[in-house]
């Protein structure tokens, strides 16, 4: 486990650090879990999903509101499957 040294950081920052960490940790159950699966079924985050395309996050959202991309709800999160992904 890793030492977490705190310094200078807001509330909302450490919010968002704890919801990266438990999204990356659930990510890596969900690989376990579905290992015979196809790694295609992976879910990408909204930030993954523009990295994948070099795309600004407004220019995802409005891929979505145009029906180019289909996105999945877990909770409040967005997310993509990777089978979902159109090919550029």
């Known amino acids: 486990m890793n030492n977490i040294i705190l310094q200078q950081i807001s ?3 450490l919010v968002e650090e ?4 438990i999204l ?3 990510k890596e159950i969900l690989k ?3 290992s015979n699966s196809n790694q295609k079924d992976e879910l990408l985050s909204k930030k993954e999903v523009c990295e994948y395309f070099h795309i600004h996050q407004s220019t995802l959202h409005r891929w979505v509101n145009d029906g180019k991309i289909s996105c999945h ?3 409040n999160k967005v997310y993509f499957k990777r089978s979902e992904l159109p090919l550029l």
């Open 18 to 21: 704890i919801k990266e960490s």
């Open 73 to 75: 709800y877990l909770g």
């Open 11 to 13: 509330s909302s920052e």
């Open 24 to 26: 990356k940790e659930l």
């Open 32 to 34: 376990l879990s579905n």
